[in-house]
């Protein structure tokens, strides 16, 4: 039997990275991946629940597939991920031709399970999950919570010069507005001999830069070597690996934000001066009833140490807008903390009620959806007239990319048109690539520049991009 396998996926990084290695599982073991749906014979999404909106995205692309599964009943449809761990057989219910669904912790038995499954020649619904945190024992919630880091042939990889790497699963932290705790399970990291003997089979495979993973992920910590490891450790001797270029690291907890840490990303040549440390609002009251453990002051006190230590640093933050009992004038402070902090980006979310978390069981969703939006859009449009400045103050400024391949434009031209690109007698096409600030920059040369680092000069900006031109010195340079 031809395995053809269909995968979508949305959510965050930690979940690409998941489709990454189970598509890389599964074609190891004999299937092909195919673009569409009507193709496959093995279906799988994998899921997010952190909003409401991501869910519903789901549940009806899990609806258009009705009709292809009264068609063809032995194709398998597979409900994987966040939304499989908290939905559990509600997934069967409101949707009875899903054959399967399985948790994040469960990703090391997929290829076995499907094999079950098509095996089967009655089929029933298949489930595989992990415990639930709020009544089993934490050891028996870590243990059913499997780590899943398969090693990955080199040329399974999305892209040959970039790769995510783990560093930890779950989250402790139990915001009151979040279901990761709960979906991605307790907070365990990966040991740093793992870490590091992974980034060095990529960077010998000739990837040069990695984006180490977590939900909190500078609480990373290792005790298995005797001493108490830490993310700064854990850096500096990543930092050592011959080949690696880059190293950024992503999400960070305010609270978490030593002054290690920090001066790690100071003095480690490879480590990018960027850091991504959510805010979530500028309100104390709205922090406290999100739970999040440190007050405005606290957090504006991190922001100017991160500063005065590491210069040329940015700084990015995620804020959630219209959270329970939020008013104009806690509003008013999250507006103030972004023209204060002056964040290189900002997320920014209206609250969606979670079913099972903390806000849910004890808060009312008291913001109308109307002034949701309207405050998303206000905090968006003074966060982008930043990006703007900030943008605006690169024009004429040599900056240094890592060369990622050809822009999204230049595949759609290409993929339209079956005709060679009309600038394709130079061999020239758009590139993108990214600073260490991951800004993004558009510039045109050979694809052969892929997995480069080279100085471009920046021409013309928006909000949220930057033109430019390889910079004659960097020509010749690798
Ligand atoms: N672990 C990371 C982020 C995880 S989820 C951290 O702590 O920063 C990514 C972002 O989604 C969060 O930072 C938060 O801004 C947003 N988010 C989480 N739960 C949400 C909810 N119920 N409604 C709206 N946004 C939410
Ligand atoms: Fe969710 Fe808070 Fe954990 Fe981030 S730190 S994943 S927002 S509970
Ligand atoms: Fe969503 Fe799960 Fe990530 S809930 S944000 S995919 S950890």
């Not at 560093?167 to 990291?189: A, H, L, N, W």
């Not at 990529?202 to 992920?217: F, K, W």
């Not at 990018?272 to 957090?299: A, C, F």
């Not at 204060?340 to 959806?369: C, E, H, L």
């Amino acid at each position: 039997m031809t395995k053809r396998l269909y995968i979508e996926t949305v959510g965050c990084q930690m979940n690409v990275l998941d489709s990454e290695l189970i598509v890389s599982g599964l074609i190891q073991v004999g299937y092909e991946l195919v673009d569409s749906p009507s193709n496959a014979d093995t279906i799988l999404y994998n899921t997010c629940s952190v909003r409401q909106h991501a869910e519903d995205k789901i549940y009806s692309a899990l609806g258009r597939l009705r009709p292809l599964k009264e068609q063809r009943p032995e194709a398998i449809i597979g409900v994987l991920g966040c939304m499989a761990q908290k939905d559990q057989a509600n997934i069967f219910r409101r949707a009875d031709h899903v054959d399967l669904v399985v948790g994040p912790g469960q990703f090391n038995r997929l290829p076995q399970i499907l094999e079950e499954v098509a095996a089967q020649r009655h089929r029933e619904p298949r489930m595989e999950i992990s415990l639930d945190r709020m009544t089993e024992k934490r050891s028996d919630v870590e243990e059913s919570f499997g780590k899943f880091d398969p090693p990955r042939p080199p040329e399974l990889r999305a892209s040959p010069h970039q790769a995510m790497v783990r560093i930890m699963f779950g989250c402790d932290k139990f915001c009151t507005y979040c279901i990761v705790p709960k979906v991605r399970g307790p907070e365990q990291s990966r040991t740093a001999a793992d870490i590091e003997a992974e980034v060095r089979r990529l960077a010998a495979d000739g990837c040069v830069e990695v984006l180490l993973l977590g939900q909190t992920v500078n609480s990373f910590k290792d005790t298995t070597e005797g001493k108490l490891l830490r993310l700064s450790d854990l850096l500096a001797r990543l930092n050592e690996i011959d080949g690696l270029r880059r190293i950024k690291f992503v999400t960070n907890y305010p609270r978490h934000m030593s002054d290690d840490l920090l001066q790690a990303v100071r003095d480690l040549p490879k480590v990018s001066p960027y850091l991504h440390v959510p805010v979530q609002s500028g309100s104390n009251d709205q922090l406290k009833r999100m739970k999040r453990g440190y007050t405005v002051e606290y957090y504006r006190e991190m922001v100017e140490r991160i500063r005065a230590t590491i210069p040329h640093v940015a700084i990015s933050s995620d804020f959630i807008v219209g959270f329970c009992g939020e008013t104009e004038e806690d509003f008013q402070k999250s507006i103030e903390i972004v023209r204060w902090a002056r964040f290189k980006n900002s997320f920014i979310f209206k609250y969606s009620q979670r079913p099972g978390t903390k806000a849910a069981d004890t808060m009312p969703d008291d913001v109308p959806d109307a002034v949701k939006r309207r405050r998303n859009n206000e905090l968006l449009a003074v966060q982008n007239a930043i990006c703007l400045e900030d943008s605006l103050a690169l024009q004429g400024r040599e900056l240094e990319v890592l060369v990622e391949g050809t822009s999204k434009s230049q595949q759609k031209r290409t993929s339209q048109s079956s005709e060679i690109p009309s600038n394709a007698s130079s061999n020239t096409v758009q590139l993108v690539g990214r600073t260490v600030y991951d800004q993004i920059v558009v510039f045109d040369g050979p694809r052969t520049l892929a997995g480069q680092i080279l100085p471009v000069r920046v021409e013309k900006v928006d909000a949220f991009t930057l033109f430019g031109r390889v910079a004659s010195s960097g020509a010749a340079k690798t």
